[in-house]
């Protein structure tokens, strides 16, 4: 399984920008769906997940202003963000936690898989 996340840029405080991220593979079914943040010299740190079954969970400092979605069928997840903050600003990574494919020998998990990172940028 092959993660792709796409739509960082730049954008002024108070803005918005929308990420993407997309599995692509023999995928059968994803468990939980989530977006890290990093910034230089720090750990990466959970921005908001979604479960296959809909519960979402956000980070404290964006809690309000991101959403998180996801399109099972496509299996991709949308992170919306709103009134970004220059502290918002990072690179943005998608996880997902287990992953069911279709393999020669039949359904296994893959686990812990990570997307390329896309950079945000937000300016006061």
């Known amino acids: 399984v092959q993660l792709q996340a796409s739509g960082g840029g730049s954008v002024q405080a108070g803005g918005s920008l929308g990420l993407s991220c997309v599995a692509s593979?023999?995928?059968?079914?994803?468990?939980?769906m989530a977006w890290y943040r990093q910034t230089p010299g720090e750990e990466r740190e959970l921005v908001a997940s979604?479960?296959?079954?809909?519960?979402?969970n956000y980070a404290a400092s964006v809690k309000g202003r991101f959403t998180v979605s996801r399109d099972n069928a496509k299996d991709t997840s949308t992170l919306q963000m709103d009134d970004l903050k220059p502290e918002d600003a990072g690179v943005y990574y998608c996880?997902?936690?287990?992953?069911?494919?279709?393999?020669?020998?039949?359904?296994?998990?893959?686990?812990?898989?990570w997307g390329s990172g896309t950079q945000v940028t937000v300016s006061s």
């Open positions: 979604m479960a296959k079954g809909g519960t979402q």
């Open positions: 996880h997902l936690d287990r992953v069911l494919v279709r393999t020669m020998r039949g359904p296994q998990y893959e686990n812990d898989i």
């Open positions: 593979g023999k995928v059968i079914m994803i468990d939980t």
